[in-house]
């Protein structure tokens, strides 16, 4: 395989990566929004339809040493097909749609055609994100406290 | 992985129901043994994978991510679909909860299957051939076959498309071992046929090539979701006739 | 022995009508919703979703709901539904790093980087009951202004004040320390944003506190099979994860008061949110599902020394769902006390692999402690009737007087009525349902 085949291959990997990141982080209100904007686009083909099952969830011993299962999380699965491009939804939570619309979504960002628009929906998505950690960061160190030790007075 | 990708096709359509049609038919099948089994199996997949339907949904229906599965060579190229679906693992005969064999001479010794072990006989293999009239391969004539045992009130005239003497007899040893054992199917196009481990297969004492009779038809067959599979059972003792 | 019993099926459908009846209550009363419970309840369904090992928040609200508050029993329904979905695999571990953390303190350290970040916490309120609570059913609540630190006062209900620079009021003291101990160097102004490193990071770079090895071995899962002892740290950890909270407790509890030698410091322990990764079979690479809230507690503990390593200390290791941090201190002073490999002198039972791991599991205890409620009926009958057997043995025995009864129970039987006149009874089977 040619360096640019490789290249543009973990590229296009990278950028479906983050697309489903985005995605699968952000409400289902927002899929939906997004997915009726693209409502003219061809009629997506259902690959593998949308199921829910278990994720086990793997720990490290103190963070950073040995995997341990800790327990299972619902997940929600599917695959869809835009003219030939496939979409891989993966979300959290047993939310079927929340999962269809992420891989209708992830096949229209693949798609040279919608590729753009959904990009620009895609940031707008990130920005969002980046707000609620944001908010999220601001309330948790407002209770940021720095103790004091009292020194005992030797007189 | 766009290799793996690019062998990604859909499967049933409607898989809780689908599935539990499948099922249905392949308890039956399972519980009337020798007997074949119509139903249109074709119809419950938007686009006909590459290999045999009828074998198709019985490993779309039964295996899951604890199942290992082997297929044969001309069948190994389907594997990534069945992993995509089911989640079942390639593996060797040996480790393999079903195996599907494109016809008989592809199929692996049945002792080189697993026959599950005296604590648990029924963790023995499922094998899945494909050799039925309608599975897409030559087929030959029917070997004329006598079955009986439990599921057969009577010993039946069973016409062993595909079959061989090799494989009767094989199954006559593996029977010695009962509980434990493979369970077989006989899969083509829309037919499937069990042969459990219980059932016996011997030379049949009349002459002549076996007729394949058909037990049961599934209803409908026109496409749809509600239509295929649909099964209904014949009288007890009637029997369709197909030859 | 276990015989099969008929028959009761209109008296168990009108139980059921009759639980769903008074579980529901006087029509007048608002309905409890799931959004509420799974957000105005939250530590309860932090600790179902811990216990029945099943992070899914709507089922676990729907289970508290279902269960008409008892936890065990959600625990249980929540169990039971795990059992109808298929399994998608194993997710990629976790990076608790990585956190972003609602609530971060330490024990061990007054200043570290990331700070101590106290979150919604009850740590500091004055456990005095809250009349204000008592209103409910609409929005918000007016807030009634209370005296800092008073009751009610827990971070959640005020207005959250815009951050100032690092600092939370009263004098910029320099009375404080502000140095790591021992190390002479002083703390960063402010940490980068979002990252809060753990604090055992400190004594692992000194090289006094054991590292943790990745040996890359694929970890053991209960799940898929009955544990075997001795378990490997993996499986203990995995089995306290699903622990009963009590249950650990009492045992942690334990361990602090002499039935095990260790003396635990709490090095980190934080609350908040973690992105699980996933790597679909078909893509092969690792996937964002998603964020669930988790909390984490790596505890300090001193070794006792001795098998020629130098001495250093040793750490203990709790992870939970939710928001459960007595769950995840409790597990990090277990996991601690279990770590047999360290050769210490077992002192209690917090320190027996097979005690704690064997009956830890809530629904499985109460199970086998529940199930002595259902009919015993047929076994009951015999032991009675072995009983009265003995007793008639014993009376034809002995010199025929009452005092000689006494001798099939050990002598301390009461004289009871002559032989003759007792029954062997209660032998025809009983009439059930």
Known sequence: MEPDGATGLAAAQERRRERMETLSLSPPEELERIASLFAGCPEPVTVRAAETGLVMVRGRIAGHGAAFNLGEVLASRCVVSVEGVLGFGYTLFPDERHAYLAALCDALGGHRDYAGPVERELAALRRRRAETVSRDEAEAVGTRVEFFTMVRGDD | MEAVLAGIAPAFRDHPHDSQKVFRLALEAMARPARFLEADFAGLFPAPPPLDPAAAALILTLCDHDTGLYLSPSLAGAAGYFSFHTGARPCHPSEAAFAVAGDLSEAPPLDALGWGDEACPDLGATLVICCLPGGGGAVPPGMALRASGPGLGTPLEFAGHGLTEAFVGERELMRACYPQGVDVFLTGGSLICALPRTTALERSRQGGRGRMRVAAKAGGGQGGRGSAGEHRRSGQGGEGECT | ?433
């Not at chain 3, 004040?161 to 939370?168: L, M, Q």
């Not at chain 3, 992870?319 to 769950?327: D, V």
């Open chain 3, 1 to 433: 022995m276990y015989v099969a019993v008929k028959g009761g099926a209109r008296a168990i459908e009108r139980a059921h009508g009759l639980l769903a009846l008074k579980r529901r209550g006087p029509e007048e009363v608002p309905e409890l919703g799931l959004a509420q419970i799974r957000s105005q309840l939250r530590l309860a369904v932090s600790r179902v979703m811990a216990e029945g090992s099943l992070y899914a928040p709507d089922l676990a609200a729907l289970a508290v709901k279902q269960a008409w508050g008892d936890l065990v029993e959600a625990v249980f329904l929540l169990r039971a539904a795990r059992t109808s979905f298929p399994s998608f695999g194993y997710s990629e571990p976790l990076d608790t790093a990585a956190m972003r953390v609602a609530r971060r303190i330490s024990g061990t350290w007054k200043d570290l980087p990331g700070g101590q970040i106290l979150g919604p916490t009850f740590d500091y309120t004055h456990r005095l009951l809250d009349p204000a609570l008592a209103g409910g059913g609409g929005g918000r609540a007016a807030d009634r202004g209370h005296p800092e630190g008073g009751p009610g006062a827990a971070a959640g209900r005020h207005a959250v004040p815009a951050p100032s620079a690092g600092r939370e009021g009263g004098a910029a003291g320099s009375a404080g320390i502000r140095a790591y101990p021992g190390s002479g160097r002083a703390e960063p102004e402010a940490p980068p944003p979002g990252a809060v490193p753990r604090a055992a990071l400190i004594l692992e770079r000194e090289g006094i506190l054991e590292t943790e090895e990745d040996t890359g071995r694929e970890p053991a899962d209960l799940t898929q099979g009955a544990p075997s002892f001795p378990a490997g740290r993996d499986l203990r950890l995995q089995g306290l994860a699903r622990a009963d909270e009590g249950f650990l407790l009492s045992l942690a509890y334990s361990t602090q008061r002499g039935f095990g030698s260790s003396h635990p410091f709490v090095a980190d322990l934080r609350v908040g949110l973690v992105k699980v990764e996933f790597t679909p079979p078909e893509l092969g690479f690792p996937v964002t599902l998603g964020e669930i809230e988790l909390t984490e507690c790596e505890t300090v503990n001193q070794f006792g020394g001795g098998s020629g390593a130098p001495a250093r200390f040793t750490r203990g290791y709790g992870l939970a769902f939710g928001n459960n941090e007595r769950k995840a201190l409790s597990m990090a002073m277990v996991e601690r006390a279990l770590r047999s490999e360290l050769g210490e002198l077992r002192k209690g039972p917090a320190q027996d692999e097979e005690f704690v791991l064997g009956h830890c599991d809530n629904v499985e205890a109460s199970g086998f402690v529940s199930h002595v409620k259902l009919p015993h009926y047929v076994d009951f009958q015999a032991e009675l009737g072995l009983l009265r057997d003995i007793r008639a043995a014993a009376s034809r025995g002995g010199a025929g007087g009452s005092r000689a009864r006494g001798d099939a129970s050990g002598g301390s039987a009461p004289p009871g009525p002559p032989a003759g006149g007792s029954h062997p009874g209660g032998h025809s089977p009983a009439k059930e349902g």
